[in-house]
């Protein structure tokens, strides 16, 4: 008799893309330093926040990504029926979260993202391309949930104040902060022999030089985003996060947005989306599922 079972357990596509979403999730948080956010150091700009607790969220979300890709396999094709299943269980996951964090908003935006490219992929798990998955996750975002609730969001308040771009048309216009930005920063950084975290950084960055970042507005105004734009732009061009200038400009940009109470947390999430997509872009076992 053995205490483990230690055969290899072939995983479903679902729960295969809830892994990988998850791994996204916790690969995101543990990244380390990143500008006034959870990290291994500590809480960035939050007080209500840590490390711990961006793990357990990100684990309580496994059942919801699941459940996405189960729809999707489920329904076959991008549509209203579709649309409104996966609303209903973000919902869900969104409530999963907030039991598991005693109520603290860790990962709204990264269950939407997350969520529509996870239904995307499982949509046509042969067709893995980021550019394919992302416009599939854009048609979805597209579709109207008749049944989504519209609170006066931070994200709803800071759009009215300042006409910010937010979560929402980043997904409907196929996430370019992920495409155009953050995989080709990655890509080149790990092609300029910077190191996987260092890469990883390099791409938080990318987002951070362009993003209407609501979660910075609502809480710093115009001065926090033209400072987490200018800051991540300056980093970048000091050599990134590899270098040693550039890690001087990093820490600077970290002093200045803690000061702000600037928490860069859309682009953090928009970083959870952009590995998620280049693993699955990879190959990383989506069909043959077995670990
Ligand atoms: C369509 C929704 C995304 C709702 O969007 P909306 O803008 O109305 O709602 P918000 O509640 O503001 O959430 C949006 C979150 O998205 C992240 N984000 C911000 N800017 C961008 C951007 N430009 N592009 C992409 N993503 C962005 C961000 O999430 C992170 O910040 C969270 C903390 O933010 P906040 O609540 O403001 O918290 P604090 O400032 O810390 O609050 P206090 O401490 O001060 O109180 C953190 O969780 C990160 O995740 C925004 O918060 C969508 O959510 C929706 O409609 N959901 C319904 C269910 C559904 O249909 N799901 C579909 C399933 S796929
Ligand atoms: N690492 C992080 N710190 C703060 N807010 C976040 N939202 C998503 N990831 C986050």
């Known amino acids: ?89 973000g919902r869900e996951g969104e409530q999963a979260m907030l039991d598991t964090t005693g109520g603290v908003n860790t990962h709204r935006g ?44 931070h994200g709803a308040q800071v759009a009215q104040r300042y006409g910010a771009r937010g979560a929402r048309e980043e997904a409907q216009l196929g996430f370019p902060a992920v495409l ?3 995989l080709p920063q990655l890509k080149c950084s790990r092609a300029a022999g910077h190191g996987e975290q260092n890469a990883r950084l390099d791409a938080l960055l990318a987002i951070m030089t362009n993003l209407a970042d609501t979660c910075v507005l609502y809480r710093a105004g115009e001065q926090g985003l033209h400072t987490m734009q200018l800051g991540a732009q300056a980093v970048l061009d000091a050599g990134g996060s590899a270098s040693l200038a550039g890690r001087r400009r990093l820490h600077e940009l970290d002093q200045q947005l803690i000061a702000l109470n600037a928490s860069p947390g859309g682009a953090a999430d928009l970083l959870a989306a952009c590995l998620f997509i280049d693993r699955i872009e990879s190959g990383d076992g989506l069909i043959q599922g077995v670990f």
Request: aromatic letters at 4%; glycine letters at 6%; a negative charge.
């Open 1 to 89: 008799m053995h205490a483990f079972n230690l055969q290899p357990k072939t995983l479903s596509l679902a729960e295969r893309l809830a892994d990988l979403a998850v791994d996204a999730l916790i690969d995101e948080a543990d990244l380390s330093p990143k500008p006034a956010l959870v990290d291994r150091r500590g809480n960035g700009a939050h007080t209500d926040l840590h490390l711990g607790l961006m793990h357990a969220s990100a684990l309580s979300l496994w059942p919801a990504f699941k459940a996405m890709a189960d729809a999707a396999i489920a329904f076959g094709e991008i549509g209203l029926p579709l649309r409104e299943a996966v609303g209903r269980i």
């Open 180 to 182: 155009q930005r953050a």
């Open 110 to 153: 990264a269950i939407w993202a997350l969520g529509l490219l996870v239904t995307a992929a499982a949509l046509d798990p042969e067709s893995t391309a980021a550019s394919s998955v992302s416009i599939r996750a854009a048609r979805l975002a597209l579709l109207d949930d008749r049944y989504a609730p519209r609170p006066l969001s």
